[in-house]
């Protein structure tokens, strides 16, 4: 099956400043790739998604980037704020499950 | 809010019990999923099913059973041979393939 391996798994940064988070997978026949975001004890909600037939994708501060050859794609979070300090974690799809990493947290420091 | 109800959201059981958590989802998706959530860990997958009456083992299906008689409800029981039920457990729908999963707000389960 798929194994989904993510880092960091903490991550500091200053307001402003970029963040960024990494994750590789192991089969190539994955083909969609979502970001989830989990505050304190809510559920995770989706933040940005990429299909495999695309290497880049852009919502505001919010970029996702996909290498199939390599089999990583990475979150990056521009400008970050404070209400950005969650969970995040990546994800992958085939064989008609989603995948999880290990999750991120990310504390973005006023 | 999300379409997706899992109730309730705290959870005590007493050593030796079954518990059953209710998941039910108005959003007409086929697919249904049960994740369970331990401090620092990633989500890790207990059961899913593609259609009614049909469902499958995930990587942690252990001690854990389920059904699938309705399209909106995805009932997972916690069984007795489940060793360390404690933790937080997600229940998700998504559309068939490769679209995005929406999670209910997670129920919390504390065996006491």
């Known amino acids: 099956g798929e194994n989904v391996e993510q880092h960091p798994s903490t991550l500091s940064v200053q307001e402003g400043d970029s963040a960024v988070i990494k994750c590789t997978y192991s089969d190539s026949a994955s083909n969609y790739f979502p970001w989830y975001k989990q505050e304190l004890g809510k559920r995770p909600q989706l933040i940005i998604d990429?299909?495999?037939?695309?290497g880049e994708k852009k919502d505001q501060r919010i970029a996702v980037t996909l290498n199939k050859t390599a089999k990583h794609f990475s979150l990056h979070i521009t400008e970050t704020q404070p209400e950005d300090s969650a969970v995040y974690f990546c994800a992958g799809h085939n064989f008609n499950k989603f995948y999880f990493g290990s999750g991120t947290k990310l504390n973005v420091k006023p | 809010d999300g379409g997706i109800t899992q109730s309730p959201k705290y959870l005590f059981r007493k050593e030796g019990q079954n518990v059953t958590l209710s998941c039910e989802q108005n959003?007409?998706?086929?697919?249904m999923y049960w994740y369970r959530q331990d401090p620092g860990q990633g989500l890790r997958l207990i059961y899913y099913?593609?259609?009614?009456?049909?469902?499958q083992k995930g990587d942690i299906a252990e001690g854990y059973s389920v059904s699938r008689e309705k399209k909106e409800s995805f009932p997972l029981t916690v069984t007795s041979a489940q060793k360390n039920p404690t933790a937080f457990y997600l229940c998700?729908?998504?559309?068939?393939?490769?679209?995005?999963?929406?999670f209910g707000q997670g129920t919390r389960l504390t065996v006491v």
């Open positions: 959003l007409n998706h086929d697919a």
């Open positions: 099913s593609q259609i009614v009456n049909d469902f």
């Open positions: 990429i299909r495999s037939n695309v």
């Open positions: 998700a729908s998504s559309l068939a393939r490769e679209t995005e999963a929406f």
